[in-house]
C-alpha cells in the first residue's frame, strides 16, 4: 500500500481544512489509520487515528473536539477534517498505516505518506 496526503495550505487562525489521504491498493480495508503531525524544531505527535471499519475513532487531547477523521475503504480514503485552527496547529501532516491497533505510537505504522503542510495565521 502507497499513501498519498493532499489538502494542506495556508489558513488563518480559526479556519478550517480538510486533508485527505488516498491508498493505492484494495486492501486499504485491513489498516488501521493515523494522522501525526511534526511542526519545526518538534518531535512528531499523534494527531488522530481510526480503526480499520471505520468504527473506533482515537484523538489527540490538543484535538479533541476539533478534528474529526474519517474513511471511507470503498474509496481507500481517510481524511482529516479539521476545524477553529490555532497556529500551534502549523505543522506538516502525515497518514499512516499499520495492521495493529496501537493508534498512538508512531513507530508501529508500517507505511507513511509523503505530508502535506499545513500553516496557521494568527
Known amino acids: 500500500v502507497q499513501l498519498q496526503a493532499s489538502g494542506g495550505g495556508l489558513v488563518q487562525a480559526g479556519g478550517s481544512l480538510t486533508l485527505s489521504c488516498v491508498a493505492s491498493r484494495r486492501t486499504f480495508g485491513r489498516y488501521a489509520m493515523g494522522w501525526f503531525r511534526q511542526a519545526p524544531g518538534k518531535e512528531r505527535e499523534f494527531v488522530a487515528g481510526v480503526s480499520w471499519s471505520g468504527g473506533s475513532t482515537y484523538y489527540a487531547d490538543s484535538v479533541k473536539g476539533r478534528f474529526t477523521i474519517s474513511r471511507d475503504n470503498a474509496k481507500n480514503t481517510v481524511d482529516l477534517q479539521m476545524n477553529s485552527l490555532n497556529p500551534e496547529d502549523t505543522a506538516v501532516y502525515y497518514c499512516?498505516?499499520?495492521?495493529?491497533?496501537?493508534?498512538?505510537?508512531?513507530?508501529?505504522?508500517?507505511?507513511w505518506g509523503q505530508g502535506t503542510q499545513v500553516t496557521v495565521s494568527s
Open positions: 499512516a498505516a499499520q495492521r495493529g491497533t496501537d493508534y498512538w505510537t508512531g513507530r508501529l505504522y508500517d507505511i
